[in-house]
T-cell receptor, first 107, second 114 residues
């Protein structure tokens, strides 16, 4: 399983765009990049998945450079309810969760 | 509401007790998973079932015994647990449609072993 590295935590002000980075230097050709969100005492929730370039859905955008060794999850205009742990996972089948990135949205 | 339910939501048990956690998915998925999430630790995958057959056991102690009677139901039987087994136990399911690796998680059971 490809290993991922994320910042441990970050703060952002309400209404701002938040960009959460993830590095995955040993990503394999068949691997996808998947992001999950987890609120306290709840199960993780799938946000978005991509293979290359850019993917956008109603919740977020995922930017993946050509070498695919990193990715950036972009959350537009965050609100207080976006405070959560965000996980970046890389793989083509079973995925392993790391420690994630605790994002705190400040009023 | 993710389509995956877990009961009970909270459980307190002594080290000599026997209890079971239940998970049910209403999504028509073929794969089901048990995860353990301890404080300040990443989610740990415990067991994986595909079409009712166990396909993965990540060196989980035998005091945890999974059961998957059909593709919609998953149980985790607990006996003679230790205090360090206190954690949030999460069930998840996945299907063959949708993005690979997309799993739907239940709300979890908060287990406290006294």
């Amino acid at each position: 399983l490809a290993k991922t590295t994320q910042p441990i935590s970050m703060d952002s002000y309400e209404g701002q765009e938040v960009n959460i980075t993830c590095s995955h230097n040993n990503i394999a050709t068949n691997d996808y990049i998947t992001w999950y969100q987890q609120f306290p005492s709840q199960g993780p929730r799938f946000i978005i998945q991509g293979y290359k370039t850019k993917v956008t859905n109603e919740v977020a955008s995922l930017f993946i450079p050509a070498d695919r060794k990193s990715s950036t999850l972009s959350l537009p205009r965050v609100s207080l309810s976006d405070t959560a742990v965000y996980y970046c996972l890389v793989g083509s089948g079973r995925l392993a969760f790391g420690k994630g990135n605790q994002v705190v949205v400040i009023p | 509401e993710t389509g995956v339910t877990q009961t009970p939501r909270h459980l307190v048990m002594g080290m000599t007790n026997k209890k079971s956690l239940k998970c049910e998915q209403h999504l028509g998925h073929n794969a089901m998973y048990w995860y353990k999430q301890s404080a300040k630790k990443p989610l740990e995958l415990m067991f994986v079932y595909n079409f009712k057959e166990q396909t993965e056991n990540n060196s989980v102690p035998s005091r945890f015994s999974p059961e998957c009677p059909n593709s919609s139901h998953l149980f985790l039987h607990l006996h003679t647990l230790q205090p360090e087994d206190s954690a949030l136990y999460l069930c998840a399911s996945s299907g063959t449609s949708g993005p690979p690796g997309e799993q739907y998680f239940g709300p979890g059971t908060r287990l406290t072993v006294t």
